[in-house]
Antibody, heavy 116, light 110 residues
Framework: EVRLVEAGGGLVQPGGSLKLSCGAS????????MSWVRQTPGKGLEWVAN????????YYVDSVMGRFTISRDNAKNSLYLQMDRLRAEDTAMYYC?????????WGQGTPVTVSS | QSALTQPASVSGSPGQSITISCTGI?????????VSWYQQHPGKAPKLIIY???KRPSGVSSRFSGSKSDNTASLTISGLQAEDEADYYC??????????FGGGTKLTVL
């Protein structure tokens, strides 16, 4: 059974940093592209970033480009999202997901609140 | 990249069929047969129910079906059941390993 477990969310001040993690099990992690998708109460789902199987390619939505960094450690079956210079509009539930041509499996999410 | 356009809400009675539309532009929905749909119950993670416009993952009921015409994709749920009450989101590939979601549709089973 595919299992994705996110961690690392919390309350952070504007301009601050946070690093999310996602532990994977039940499948061969290194065989899959992975993604982060976030959900805000008012704006629904938003794709945030993707990373290739070996970590050699990364793609971001424009609104986080230059502030967020996606990475992975295939030896640890883990995905990460380093979030810097956080803004109020980054407040959301953050999900990790496996990705082929769609988001096949999702974790339960970790909440991030950016507020002073 | 603007979000795909979905109706905010739809409703139907048990046993009926409903259709949720998802309108994009020529460079996303209109260009790729990579439209997917997700079902989300309150407090739960989204679940993939349709991919590549018309395909259903293993274990998803055949009551769910998808289609596409030009820049608009559609999700049809036939034989509505109480457990179908949820939020539904469409998603399309937009090129260069990027994706865009719709704003979501709340389905109410009357």
């Amino acid at each position: 059974e595919v299992r994705l477990v996110e961690a690392g969310g919390g309350l952070v001040q504007p301009g601050g940093s946070l690093k999310l993690s996602c532990g994977a099990s039940g499948f061969t992690f290194s065989n899959y592209w992975m993604s982060w998708v976030r959900q805000t109460p008012g704006k629904g789902l938003e794709w945030v970033a993707n990373i290739k199987k070996d970590g050699s390619e990364k793609y971001y939505v424009d609104s986080v480009m230059g502030r967020f960094t996606i990475s992975r450690d295939n030896a640890k079956n883990s995905l990460y999202l380093q979030m810097d210079r956080l803004r109020a509009e980054d407040t959301a539930m953050y999900y990790c997901a496996t990705m082929t041509a769609q988001f096949d499996y999702w974790g339960q999410g970790t909440p991030v609140t950016v507020s002073s | 990249q603007s979000a795909l356009t979905q109706p905010a809400s739809v409703s139907g009675s048990p046993g009926q069929s409903i259709t949720i539309s998802c309108t994009g532009i020529s460079s996303d929905v209109g260009s790729y047969n990579l439209v997917s749909w997700y079902q989300q119950h309150p407090g739960k993670a989204p679940k993939l129910i349709i991919y590549e416009v018309t395909k259903r993952p293993s274990g998803v009921s055949s009551r769910f079906s998808g289609s596409k015409s030009d820049n608009t994709a559609s999700l049809t749920i036939s034989g509505l059941q109480a457990e179908d009450e949820a939020d539904y989101y469409c998603c399309s590939y937009t090129g260069t390993y990027s994706w865009v979601f719709g704003g979501g549709t709340k389905l109410t089973v009357l």
